[in-house]
């Protein structure tokens, strides 16, 4: 049966790398810069889209780091998160696990429970009006300390239930995972799930590093371990999922088109390939135009979808039952 439009948008999804930062659309930027009397350097909502042409990931997190600026009390984050999470429903997203990184707040003098307290409120709204499953992954930005991740580690212990994981995303390039491996250490200890961006701007070896240093649970992008045949043929044996963000690679110019993307062939490779959005607000769309970029470029087979699918669920870090419950859903579709 061949891959539509119809048979995209029907299918369960579960996205699993996702920043709520990123979800920060122009028109909320200008909305919560009125709220706060915020001025922007930018005039209108047209110029802030002009601005969204990045010439790699630091160019990136130089704007969305301005963005994020406008978000400052617990209902800010609220309404960020249930704006994605109505995006979710509309695309059939039934499962999502959502990183945040509050070492972008606290920075700027934003309390952290402003901004776990906004987000988990509207997470237990989705679960309840929306039946979207959830959890939450705290992200240390990598350009920071060590010192700082640890302070970090230290303020989210009293909403430990509130968190899933633990990650590290921001600044790929001269910011190995290694830099962070004792503070991992302490988070695997008190129970976390861990998780780190490695291999999008980064060599294979951060891929190896977060492995063997981090003690990883999932890799997050993942794309350059095609330059090591040893990191793939060690990927594939152990089944370690990659979160792969097609749009994002696109738009942060780590393939020059969505033609040269290297997702098919990691799948081919017997890899653990799941599809996600990133940062959608600033990349050009959500769940369902990255599958629709993908199949428009790459022309998955029914197959290949559902075993994307299928890795997503397995992937999770969702309770067993909620898994069942996943799998029953794409099953009944599959036929």
């Not at 994981?165 to 390039?173: C, F, R």
């Not at 890799?219 to 152990?238: N, Q, T």
Request: with cysteine; charged share 25%; aromatic share 10%.
């Amino acid at each position: 049966m061949s891959v539509d439009e119809k048979f995209l948008a029907d299918l369960p999804k579960v996205e699993l790398h996702l920043h709520i930062e990123g979800t920060l659309e122009p028109e909320m930027v200008f909305e919560l810069a009125r709220r706060h009397n915020v001025t922007l350097p930018w005039p209108d909502v047209g110029a802030l889209k002009k601005a969204y042409d990045f010439e790699n990931l630091q160019s990136f997190l130089d704007l969305y780091y301005r963005g994020a600026d406008v978000l400052r009390d617990e209902q800010d984050f609220f309404d960020l998160t249930w704006a994605y999470l109505e995006r979710c429903k509309a695309q059939n997203v039934v499962h999502t696990e959502i990183f945040f990184d509050p070492q972008t707040h606290t920075d700027r003098g934003i309390p952290f429970e402003n901004v776990i307290h906004g987000i988990t409120r509207a997470l237990e709204k989705a679960g309840q009006e929306l039946g979207i499953t959830s959890g939450l992954i705290l992200c240390f930005l990598r350009h920071l300390s060590e010192e700082a991740a640890f302070e970090t580690l230290k303020q989210a212990e009293p909403y430990r239930d509130s968190i899933l994981g633990i990650g590290l995303d921001s600044s790929e390039q001269g910011h190995p995972p290694e830099k962070f491996a004792r503070v991992f250490a302490e988070a695997r200890s008190q129970g976390y799930k861990i998780v780190a961006h490695a291999g999008e701007e980064g060599p294979p070896e951060y891929i190896w590093q977060a492995i063997e240093l981090l003690d990883v649970d999932r890799i997050d992008h993942g794309v350059r371990a095609a330059e090591d045949p040893r990191l793939m043929a060690f990927l594939e044996r152990k089944g370690m999922p990659l979160t792969v963000c097609p749009n994002s690679n696109i738009r942060l110019r780590v393939f020059d088109t969505m033609e040269d993307h290297n997702l098919k062939d990691l799948l081919a490779a017997g890899l653990k390939v799941t599809l996600n959005s990133d940062d959608p607000a600033y990349f050009g769309g959500y769940m369902l135009e990255n599958f629709a970029a993908v199949q428009t470029a790459l022309a998955l087979s029914r197959e290949e979808w559902l075993a994307i699918t299928y890795n997503s669920i397995d992937a999770s870090f969702a309770t067993p039952e909620r898994k069942a419950e996943l799998l029953d859903m794409v099953e009944s579709m599959a036929g």
